[in-house]
């Protein structure tokens, strides 16, 4: 899997140490685009800049530029993804329009953000008709969860982890009840259940029952 990165999913997995699990998951590339990590990051995250710098030194992140961008013969492409983006999410930040762009010109496939409100990233990618997967930092660890990574009380300690570093107040019952309910009880796409299902026969588990010893955890 290959994933763009959002601004706030960054800080809230690095804040919390837990910035491993996106190599973990998405093991055929994570991209950031540059002005998330110049302007972005430099603004709203300078508590984890240095360790997102290590990360892009070694290899584990590839920064697109604007002129890697254009090395590659796409910049034009992302440019009018941005143009398009901006006018579909006029109320949201750049961060998100430039995630969201980057996935589709480089065709990232998936796109990790935490901005869950309505008209948003997440709940757009969901409702329009976009070749792009959205997850939280949640779908992430239940994902890691199902792949047989960690267990199911790993999977709790971590996003209670998460949650109380970056202080969102969210809660991880609910998050499994609108995973369970994407995927399985009222998918937004038909691909989504086909995906999960190709998940279940890879790793050859039952994802329900292994999201209901999940949910008893919490």
């Given at each position: 899997?290959?994933?763009?990165?959002?601004?706030?999913?960054?800080?809230?997995?690095?804040?919390?140490?837990?910035?491993?699990?996106?190599?973990?998951?998405?093991?055929?590339?994570?991209?950031?685009?540059?002005?998330?990590?110049?302007?972005?990051?430099?603004?709203?995250?300078?508590?984890?800049?240095?360790?997102?710098?290590?990360?892009?030194?070694?290899?584990?992140?590839?920064?697109?530029?604007?002129?890697?961008?254009?090395?590659?013969?796409?910049?034009?492409?992302?440019?009018?993804?941005?143009?398009?983006?901006?006018?579909?999410?006029?109320?949201?930040?750049?961060?998100?329009?430039?995630?969201?762009?980057?996935?589709?010109?480089?065709?990232?496939?998936?796109?990790?953000?935490?901005?869950?409100?309505?008209?948003?990233?997440?709940?757009?990618?969901?409702q329009l008709d976009y070749d792009i997967m959205p997850f939280t930092f949640a779908d992430v660890?239940?994902?890691?969860?199902?792949?047989?990574?960690?267990?199911?009380?790993?999977?709790?300690?971590?996003?209670?982890?998460?949650?109380?570093?970056?202080?969102?107040?969210?809660?991880?019952?609910?998050?499994?009840?609108?995973?369970?309910?994407?995927?399985?009880?009222?998918?937004?796409?038909?691909?989504?259940?086909?995906?999960?299902?190709?998940?279940?026969?890879?790793?050859?588990?039952?994802?329900?029952?292994?999201?209901?010893?999940?949910?008893?955890?919490?």
């Amino acid at each position: 899997m290959r994933a763009s990165l959002d601004t706030n999913v960054i800080i809230h997995l690095y804040r919390a140490g837990l910035q491993g699990i996106l190599f973990d998951i998405f093991d055929e590339g994570v991209f950031i685009y540059g002005q998330i990590r110049s302007m972005e990051l430099e603004h709203h995250g300078q508590d984890v800049l240095s360790s997102v710098d290590a990360d892009i030194d070694s290899g584990k992140i590839e920064l697109f530029t604007d002129q890697k961008l254009k090395d590659l013969a796409v910049y034009k492409v992302f440019e009018n993804n941005v143009r398009e983006n901006r006018i579909l999410y006029s109320g949201g930040d750049l961060g998100e329009v430039y995630a969201i762009s980057l996935a589709q010109t480089i065709g990232a496939y998936s796109l990790v953000t935490d901005d869950t409100k309505q008209g948003g990233p997440y709940m757009s990618l969901l409702q329009l008709d976009y070749d792009i997967m959205p997850f939280t930092f949640a779908d992430v660890l239940i994902l890691r969860y199902l792949m047989g990574v960690v267990d199911a009380q790993q999977t709790v300690q971590d996003f209670e982890l998460v949650n109380n570093q970056s202080q969102l107040n969210w809660s991880f019952r609910s998050q499994i009840s609108k995973f369970i309910k994407r995927f399985f009880k009222e998918p937004y796409r038909e691909e989504e259940r086909q995906w999960i299902q190709r998940l279940a026969v890879k790793y050859e588990i039952s994802i329900k029952q292994k999201l209901s010893v999940l949910s008893k955890l919490v």
